[in-house]
């Protein structure tokens, strides 16, 4: 049922817009709120309520489910949380002001988008290029890559406990709470982040790849991030950072990339399943 779910999520992604109407975080985003105005509590007893408490919830639907109809009424229980799991917003159109920038040569305007959609800084041209394509690769990864890294693995409440991690690292106001989010997320990365770099390599310049990667496939400390940008950035051989339309096209070298990574999992996934 598992990769059936996979595959429904990609027909679900490219065909409907279930998942604007899915992700709705109105009512986790007011409990977080509550959790901080509460500040005699521990940073780890709120994030304790915060992500295993919806867990806890799903996890007791699910076990209800389980016995009816042989656990079909469960399917549509994971495709949902699936598709909440997922990344929030559009990755290609919040990149299109700044590609539309760039490929004008507007190097004001390309610094502006880039900072008002999608929070990036720069000194000069060729950085603000190369950090827009870690933009690219790491939502890529936790948007989609790593969800579907944990759901395989585990389940749909790893799913859904690694987005409710992700919107407290995003969300949450007080300094404390949010660090203990990043730690726990940063333990939840590593696995992920190590298989799509490998996964990288498979599908894209696999000696560049391990080149640069390799003596750091083992370090705990480097940030999931970092390791997917650099894997990302070497697998494709990109040119220099260049304005216009060269520049442009390093980013759709890396959203093929990221497809070809994809059908790979999939692949994968499809061959464990059958292995089983």
Known sequence: MSFLVLLLVLWIEKFSGWRRRIQQDGLWLNLLGRMEDGSATAPWSRLLVLVLLPVALLGVLLWLLEPIAHGWLALPVHLVVLIYSLGRGDLLAALGPFRDAWRRGDSQGAYHVAERDLGLVADEGGQLLHRV????????????????????????????????????????????????????????????????????????????????????????????????????????????????????????????????????????????????
Do not use: K, M
């Not at 939502?139 to 890559?145: I, K, N």
């Not at 300094?175 to 730690?183: F, G, I, K, T, W």
């Open 133 to 276: 394509q870690g933009y690219l690769l790491w939502q890529g990864f936790q948007g989609f890559f790593a969800v579907i890294f944990w759901y395989a693995l585990l389940g749909p409440l790893a799913a859904l406990a690694y987005r409710l991690l992700a919107l407290t690292c995003e969300h949450a106001r007080q300094p404390a709470l949010r660090e203990r989010a990043v730690q726990v997320r940063h333990g939840l990365d590593w696995l992920p982040a190590r298989v799509l770099a490998l996964s990288f390599a498979l599908v894209g310049n696999f000696s560049a790849v391990i080149r640069t990667v390799l003596h750091e496939l083992l370090n705990w400390d480097i940030p999931a991030a970092r390791l997917v940008t650099q894997a990302g950035q070497a697998a494709d051989d990109l040119p220099e950072p260049q304005p216009g339309e060269v520049g442009v096209a390093s980013l759709d070298q890396l959203w093929q990339l990221l497809i070809r990574a994809a059908v790979l999992w999939y692949a994968g996934l499809a061959v464990w399943i059958l292995l089983l």
